[in-house]
């Protein structure tokens, strides 16, 4: 008799926690565990169909794994650099403190999901006229000291209402790379080559597109002909501009010391045209940036062209890269 009270017992409580966070059930568990195992291949079963989104770092598609108590979800994969992540979306509520309860108990149901320790991260971003009640998770410190965050929430007040957000971070398939010793790539004369690629995006590289190497109902990729320190790049033409991207990952550098020269010449080549405004110059864990765009003059008053320059210095996975945006107007 004692036993079964004590079981009817237990079972309250479970339903009664249930009952307090409708996100604390199996079926969520199961879904995030079998969503987060796929993002460390690269979300290869979550893909879904595309989006039709224009992005300039990311492709969006829809998500074939729905998180129970979520509304929707979306899969960005990086064009070039970055990582894979899923971000599911769950109805907005009407004040921040309703959104605020709804974030702990979905953070609350991710952490009994995860079934090890994290480190929390609390901060808030802005973005234009938007504020972003952030809180990142950590596998360890020192994750956390290069913002290699496991999964994340935001709130955030759009429409006035309060939209709350699950980002689980995933990791690209690893590729093949050549040990480290000395630097393997070169440029006789970096300057002039991006004068000429300069020259070329104001034709909207017309003269550059060679074999094509992929089409899709938003874009068509094609190889470049010019190499830049002996990279075939690429160009993807979609309806209302052109990119120009040079890529050199860890297959072909030695390491990060010939990915940051290669950034600071760029870096002088691309200042020394004199065709550019640039933003300070960020350092985010690995990850080296600046932004930049076309220096506004009294002919064209809005930019038309922008600039991503960056590199990665972690050891074995080094890289350079940067994408050049040509607007069609």
């Known amino acids: 008799m004692k036993r079964a009270l ?19 059930t199996n079926a969520f568990y199961d879904a995030f565990r079998k969503v987060y195992a796929d993002g460390q291949k690269g979300f290869i079963t979550t893909k879904g169909s595309r989006v039709n989104e224009t992005g300039i770092f990311y492709d969006n598609y829809k998500v074939t794994t729905l998180l129970p108590g979520a509304d929707s979800g979306r899969l960005s994969l990086p064009q070039v ?24 108990n979905l953070q609350a149901a991710v952490k009994t999901a995860w079934l090890s320790p ?9 973005l234009k006229n938007f504020l972003f009640y952030k809180t990142y998770f950590y596998e360890n410190e020192d994750k956390a000291k290069r913002f290699e965050s496991v999964f994340e929430t935001y709130i955030v007040k759009d429409k006035g209402k309060y939209q ?36 070329s995006m104001d034709k909207f590289f017309a003269d550059e597109k060679n074999v094509q190497l992929s089409q899709t109902e938003y874009y068509t990729m094609y190889e470049s002909r ?18 120009w991207n040079f890529s050199a990952g860890p297959e072909v550098l030695s390491g990060p010391e010939e990915a940051k020269a290669i950034y600071d010449k760029l870096l002088a080549a691309f200042t ?48 350079v890269s940067f994408l050049i945006t040509r607007q069609k107007f």
């Open 118 to 126: 994290v480190s929390e991260v609390r901060k808030t971003d802005t």
């Open 272 to 319: 020394g045209t004199g065709r550019f405004s640039f933003k300070p110059e960020v350092k985010e864990g690995s990850r080296t940036y600046v932004f930049a765009s076309e220096l506004v003059t009294k002919q064209f008053t809005s930019s038309r062209y922008s600039l991503l320059l960056e590199y990665y210095n972690t050891p074995g996975l080094s890289s």
């Open 164 to 199: 709350l957000a699950l980002i689980i971070n995933g990791k690209n398939e690893p590729k093949a790379v050549k040990p480290e010793g000395k630097p393997r790539l070169t440029e006789t004369d970096p300057a002039k080559k991006i004068r000429d690629i300069l020259a």
């Open 6 to 24: 004590s079981f009817f017992l237990f079972m309250a409580m479970v339903a009664e926690a249930a009952s307090q966070n409708p996100f604390a």
């Open 226 to 243: 010019t190499l830049v320190y002996g990279q075939k790049c690429k160009l993807k033409d979609r309806k209302y501009e052109i990119s």
């Open 81 to 104: 650099l970055g990582f894979p992540l899923v971000t599911y979306y769950f109805k907005p509520s009407a004040t921040l403190a309703e959104a605020e309860k709804k974030a702990a």
